[in-house]
């Protein structure tokens, strides 16, 4: 899915942007997509500077899928990540 897709999604879930950054500056405590210099990209929780759960993806729309997915899991186990 593309990064607008992504967004509205997460909108639609109410999602917090404090808990997740896509293409831009990245955050702690939420989960980050970060395009690498070798041009993949890497999905993964940002925790006191630590990268949880590393993955690393050839094409933005994979690794966009995978953070919705990690977040819906969340949603899905009680976290709350609403507004």
């Known amino acids: 899915m593309t990064k607008q897709e992504l967004v509205k999604k997460l909108e639609n879930f109410n999602v917090n942007p404090r808990y997740y950054a896509i293409g831009g500056e990245l955050k702690d405590n939420a989960y980050n997509v970060e395009k690498l210099t070798n041009g993949t990209y890497s999905v993964y ?31 899905e186990h009680g976290l709350d990540l609403s507004k």
């Open 45 to 75: 929780f940002s925790e006191r500077g630590e990268k949880c759960g590393l993955k690393t993806f050839g094409q933005e729309n994979e690794a966009n899928n995978a953070l919705f997915n990690n977040v819906i899991f969340d949603l």
